[in-house]
Every structure is written in C-alpha cells, then in structure tokens.
C-alpha cells in the first residue's frame, strides 16, 4: 500500500514529506524534483514570503544511486525563514514575550475554529499548520509519485481556467499543457496568452483594492489506461478519492470531474459520450479500440477509469488573509477588531494547480500499485504490459 504524510509549520525549521510502498527502481531525477517545488512558488500575485524561500527537497532515504530501493522515502525542505522565527516558535519553552499571537480570527482561515478545538488563547499554532506552505511537502513527495507514473507511461499536468470573473472558454490540447508547464516564466498558468492576460487584469485590480481573488484549475492525467478504480465498494471509486484527494488542499471548496457541474442542468443527450470501434490501424496507439466523440464524464465512469484523460477541477475561494482586513473579534477582550494579517498572496490559483497534481499523481499511483502490485519497477511494468495486451484484444 502506498502511504504518504506531511509534518511541518509555515514558519518552523523545515516540512518533511514521508512517502512508502513505491517499487523498487524508479528513477529519481533531482532536476524535475527541484523544478516541481519551483513551479510551486510561481505565478502572478503570490507574496512576499516567495521571494524568502528557495525550496530544495533534501532525500534522506528511501533513494540511492539515483532510484528507489523500496523502502520509505522521507526528504525535509528548509524553511530560510526559520532564522527570523527561531526564537519565537522554540521547540522548548524559550521567552513567551517574544510570541507573536494571532489575536483576532481571520474569517475564512481555519483561526477561529482551530482554536476553539484545542483550546488556545490565539490562532498561532493553527496558522502554522493549516497555512499552504504545508503544500510544499505535498508537491515533493507527488514528484517522487510523478516519476513513477511517468515510468508506466502516465503524464499528470494542470492548467488555469479561470481566475475571478474571467474564464477559459476552450477545451485544452494536452499539448498546450505541456508547452505551458514548460514556460521560464509563469504568468498564470493559462493555455491561452490572450485569456492569461485577461486573468491578470482580475489580479491587478485585488492588489490595488486590498483584496484577493480565487478562481479554478484544471488537472489532467494523460495515458492512464482504463480499469483504474473500482464500482465495486464507496471507497474503492476513483472520482470520490480523487475529490477527497483534491478537496483536501487548502482553500479548494469544490471539486468537479470532467463536465460535473454543467452535467447537472443538460440533458441526457448532450452529456454521455458516444462510444465507437477504431479499426486496427486508427487504434495503433491506444490502449483500446474503443473510441469517443468527446470526453464529457472526465475518463471516469462508474468510479473506474475509461481510457480517456482523466479530468478534475478544483475550485479555490480567494486566499483569507486580506491588507483591508474583515470584521472579527479580539480572543482576550472579546471586543470587535479588525482581523490579523499575516504576510500572504493575492492569487495562488497557479501554485494551487501543482499542489493539486501532486495530490492527483499520489492517488493515481496508489491505486495503480493496487491493481497491478510489483517490489520492483520491472515487475510492476511488466504486470501493468499484460493487462494492456489484455484490453488491446477486447
């Protein structure tokens, strides 16, 4: 079984990521390791504590001679901050005069209800937890989970559709995901320059008012063959672990596979998706020969994977922590302030993006190592080769 686990605060001395049950074999490339975490900190309205950190998975073990061995693999990313907190968040009991309270609950963080379940005076120790930079150790261990997809030949990517009120209006090209994903310079993560510019108009005018801005994204999972997931039980559908696994992100409210939402107000007759039979020569790089006019259920139906890409939106609220702070109450006096700030971003749907493949990826290679099992890559491969031989022949 595939375990995976974060530990860390936004401002302690490093996150650690633990990720066990891989196979043994797989190649671990620092380079794309490094440029996932760098993805992660890009994007137009991200703030200040981006241009603090440099982050760089240190692998600890699991990882030797450039491939995974089989056992657990943990890595720690430094958090540079650390040296302006030290003495304000000591792991012993230190100067509690030098502690900085959250002393007013911002509305739409996890403060207020954080402190309310374990009792505290101020939001401080719940911020550290609940902050998104605790997504940094998610990327790193969805890298490791990444380069063993890739090895069975499975792309995860995502792309920006929307930001504010301004949205994609095209269906994607995998390989305008892939060009995108590949850019120096990252804007906002959209396939289409002209919209990209149109998104960053909606970032613009949050900063100049103080305020902040939302929007969704679009992950994609690229030749993952059909059968992955089950019918069978409620825990074993792939579209439910797959929204729990996205869900699960920070400031993420909703979720949707393929065409969910607008599936709701459609008839029957313009949402499935009409099946075909290629001839063997149109289905020469399929895993299938059977075809679709379109892909409306997201490669998902029945809780199991259908041979097409697979398809999730997640939908973020804009970040909670605002310069022009809303209503709230002080935890001492009771009276109404306005809420804390802490230094935050303005748009995080970009970083958002790659945070959730990293959630997708680590889904979709357990479920992966559940159906086709192996110790070692080889095996693995060679198990996952026969059910393909299987699918090809039906």
Not at 71 to 76: D, E, F, L, V, Y
Request: with cysteine; hydrophobic share 40%.
């Amino acid at each position: 079984m595939l375990q995976f686990s974060t530990a860390g605060e936004s401002h302690g001395e490093a996150l650690v990521a633990m990720l066990s049950g891989l196979p043994a074999g797989v190649p671990v490339d620092s380079a794309f390791l490094a440029r996932e975490l760098w993805r992660r900190q890009q994007g137009f309205g991200r703030g200040g504590r981006m241009r603090i950190e440099t982050d760089t998975a240190h692998i600890l073990s699991g990882v030797r001679h450039g491939k995974t061995i089989g056992s657990p693999i943990a890595m720690t990313i430094a958090n540079r901050d650390w040296k302006n907190w030290e003495e304000i968040l000591p792991v012993e009991e230190g100067d509690p005069s030098r502690h900085k309270a959250v002393a007013s609950p911002r509305p739409g963080h996890a403060d207020l209800a954080g402190a309310l379940k374990y009792n505290f005076a101020d939001a401080r120790y719940i911020l550290e937890r609940a902050s998104a930079r605790e997504s940094t150790a998610r990327v790193a261990a969805g890298a490791i989970a990444k380069m063993f997809l890739r090895s069975l030949g499975v792309e995860v990517l995502s792309h920006v559709v929307r930001v504010g009120a301004v949205e994609l209006q095209r269906p994607y090209q995998w390989d305008e995901i892939v060009a995108s994903t590949a850019r120096e310079t990252v804007l906002l993560n959209c396939i289409d320059p002209e919209v990209e510019q149109q998104m960053k108009g909606e970032v613009d005018k949050a900063l100049r008012t103080g305020d902040t801005v939302g929007g969704v994204f679009e992950v994609v999972v690229h030749g993952l063959p059909a059968g992955i997931g089950s019918h069978v039980t409620w825990e074993g559908r792939l579209d439910g672990l797959l929204a729990q696994a996205v869900m699960s992100l920070q400031a993420v409210k909703a979720v949707e596979i393929g065409r969910g939402v607008t599936a709701a107000e459609s008839m029957g007759s313009t949402v499935h998706d009409a099946i075909h039979y290629a001839t063997q020569e149109e289905a020469s790089a399929a895993h299938t020969r059977f075809t679709r006019e379109s892909n409306n259920a997201g490669g998902i139906e029945g809780g199991i994977s259908n041979g097409q890409d697979v398809t999730v939106r997640g939908y973020l609220k804009p970040i909670s922590t605002l310069r022009r702070p809303l209503a709230s109450v002080n935890f001492e006096t009771r009276e109404p302030v306005k809420a804390a700030y802490e230094r935050s971003d303005v748009c995080v749907v970009p970083a958002a993006g790659v945070a959730a493949e990293a959630m997708v990826a680590i889904t979709m290679a357990k479920l992966v190592l559940e159906k086709f099992g192996g110790d070692s890559l080889v095996e693995t491969q060679r198990n996952l080769n026969g059910y393909l031989e299987q699918i090809r022949k039906f």
